[in-house]
């Protein structure tokens, strides 16, 4: 009776799925404001992980900062709405924010650098 009991809250406690913060992002349409690289309404992610950082202390931070914005951390700035969402869903945003769509951004950025192979490809043309 008892180990049933204690599997089942183990059971209700795990979420049904991971919560995908990019998913979420496009979900709650901060893509309206934000966006990785650059500035748009709001601050760039880039921006934002570089004040905070990637710790799991940052991510609590910044869930923390999206269901309910300091906008004076930003001053001159347009006011983020506040989101009435889950600290789950927060969190998951959050690691987007600050981890998950920096990768993306590196990985991006060394696709578009020329890789060896091309550079030596160029110059054998002029030879
Ligand atoms: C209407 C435009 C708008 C939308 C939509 C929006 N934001 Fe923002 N966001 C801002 C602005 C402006 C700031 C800077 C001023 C502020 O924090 O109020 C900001 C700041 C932030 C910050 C930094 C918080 C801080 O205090 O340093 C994070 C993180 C963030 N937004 C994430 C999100 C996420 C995630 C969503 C979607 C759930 C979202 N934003 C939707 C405009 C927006």
Redesign the pocket.
Known sequence: MRITHCLLSLLIALPAFPLDGKE??HK???S???APDRRV???S?LE?SR??GQSEKAVEK?AR??IK???E??PG?????P?N?SMEE?KA??K???IDSIKELETKKEENQPSVDDILDDEFQFH
């Open positions: 979420l992002f709650y349409n901060c309206s404001c934000h309404v709001g601050p992610f934002i004040r905070y910044v900062l999206i914005p300091k906008p951390n930003w700035m347009a006011y983020m709405p989101y969402i927060a945003l959050a987007y924010v600050l």
